[in-house]
């Protein structure tokens, strides 16, 4: 079965940097996009940013352009997000996503808290 798991997160202060990783298992993980995603406490989870499974092509939410990058290791079925410059409202817990066969797929999330 499908499996991602996060880790990476913690409080870090703004201007500060982090690098959060999601180790997959369970499909054939150098064939499908993968994303990021962060949910803040009362708000909607969403895109942060994805790569693609063979060109390695990104895309990021506006907020996080030039802040933060996303990139894959098909060796180690793992997707990386080094997040630079952070932000208090960069705060959230992060989720690894998998979108196959039209159904999404969640690891546990990891929690960012940007503050000084």
């Known amino acids: 079965q499908v499996q991602l798991v996060e880790s990476g997160g913690g409080l870090v202060q703004p201007g500060g940097s982090l690098r959060l990783s999601c180790i997959a298992s369970?499909?054939?993980?150098?064939?499908?996009?993968m994303n990021w995603y962060r949910q803040a406490p009362g708000k909607e989870r969403e895109l942060v940013a994805g790569?693609?499974?063979?060109?390695?092509?990104?895309n990021y939410a506006d907020s996080v352009k030039g802040r933060f990058t996303i990139s894959r290791d098909n060796a180690k079925n793992t997707v990386y997000l080094q997040m630079n410059s952070l932000k208090p409202e960069d705060t959230g817990v992060y989720y690894c996503?998998?979108?196959?066969?039209?159904?999404?797929?969640w690891g546990q999330g990891t929690q960012v808290t940007v503050s000084s």
């Open positions: 996503n998998l979108r196959k066969q039209m159904r999404d797929y």
């Open positions: 369970g499909f054939t993980f150098s064939r499908y996009t």
């Open positions: 790569i693609t499974p063979f060109s390695g092509s990104t």
